[in-house]
């Protein structure tokens, strides 16, 4: 029993070891299996981080490296890459885009002018915005309205929106520039901002334009409705038929407030880059219109426009009382505009 006893004790001795191996051996392959699981996580962690690292900077270099065209160094301010927060640029992000104003009075050509530029493939003309007078309650509302446009983050029928090259509006003098010029001159030279001055040489056949403009308003003899612009001949037949009668008494001091208002608006604005025009001149030489392209630093395009002028004919013919206004005008610094005339066919 005791030899049984020995035998079994020296089995259990030589089983013994071979267990206590055995869970040594696992515990070590779990431990090794770890290791290099924790390293491998490790590296692919590394690898993760490199690339988001290595995207972020290639996002800067989009963001930040847009190669100015080759200009003088006094236009470089006018050259503007602008951002949207409203959509993407895409692949037109670093396409340069000039901003602009087109200042002008009524009854002057402007809206047929804008209509010329907005033919342009490339160019986003905003219409007459500081015409809603909130927009213009003060330099506050003023400056973020501006800011909106010239960030491409207005939207009308005119924009181009992506690859636009000239990006601007139409603002009338009489529409809060004349009152806060100064500050708005110093937003255009800070900011960039070309002007593009358009006046009427004649301001008498202005004078009769605004006449016969009121009196649509009034009368709104196309079918009920109120049209400054047409697009048809007939149209502009029916608003031409009409021949107002000028107060030949207001008439010398409303067309010398005209005159320095004019003068007036060269002198404050004389500081920013700009570029005059009158609208005879584009009337009798379409090439004019290249003058404004190269102003504005953009490819020539032939811009057309559908308007229909309205009063075609010999200014005598526009009014009621022309004998009258001969009499007032003669001998006085405005006699010109009675023999300085054109005629569109």
């Not at 015409?131 to 207005?154: E, F």
């Amino acid at each position: 029993m005791a030899d049984d006893l020995c035998v079994f004790i020296k089995d259990m001795l030589i089983i013994g070891p071979p267990v206590k191996k055995s869970l040594v051996f696992r515990i070590s392959l779990v431990a090794f299996v770890m290791v290099c699981g924790v390293f491998m996580c490790s590296i692919g962690l590394k690898q993760i981080s490199n690339f988001t690292k290595a995207g972020f900077i290639d996002a800067k270099v989009v963001e930040q490296h847009c190669e100015v065209p080759v200009v003088e160094k006094w236009e470089r301010s006018y050259v503007h890459f602008p951002k949207p927060s409203t959509f993407s640029r895409d692949e037109c992000a670093c396409n340069p885009v000039r901003y602009f104003v087109i200042s002008s009075t009524q009854r002057s050509g402007s809206g047929w002018f804008e209509t010329l530029l907005n033919s342009h493939i490339n160019v986003s003309s905003n219409g007459e915005i500081f015409s809603v007078k909130p927009r213009r309650s003060n330099m506050t509302t003023i400056v973020d309205t501006l800011d909106n446009i010239y960030n491409l983050d207005w939207f009308t029928s005119a924009s181009k929106n992506e690859c636009t090259a000239a990006v601007g509006l139409k603002w009338m003098l009489n529409q809060g520039l004349m009152q806060n010029h100064e500050a708005i001159a110093e937003y255009f030279n800070a900011k960039g901002v070309s002007v593009i001055f358009l006046f009427r040489r004649n301001l008498l056949r202005r004078r009769i334009s605004i006449l016969a403009n009121a009196y649509d308003q009034s009368a709104k003899p196309l079918n009920g409705k109120h049209k400054s612009h047409v697009h048809s001949p007939d149209e502009a037949k029916i608003l031409a038929s009409y021949k107002p009668k000028i107060n030949t008494t207001l008439l010398i001091p409303e067309l010398k407030q005209a005159d320095n208002m004019v003068k007036q608006a060269l002198e404050y604005f004389n500081s920013t880059r700009h570029i005059v025009l009158y609208y005879e001149d584009i009337i009798k030489n379409h090439t004019v219109l290249n003058d404004v392209q190269d102003f504005l630093r953009i490819p020539r395009m032939e811009l057309k426009s559908r308007q229909v002028k309205i009063h075609k004919g010999p200014l005598h013919e526009q009014v009621e009382n022309w004998g009258d206004i001969q009499k007032v005008l003669n001998g006085t610094p405005y006699e010109h505009f009675l023999h300085e005339d054109y005629k569109v066919s």
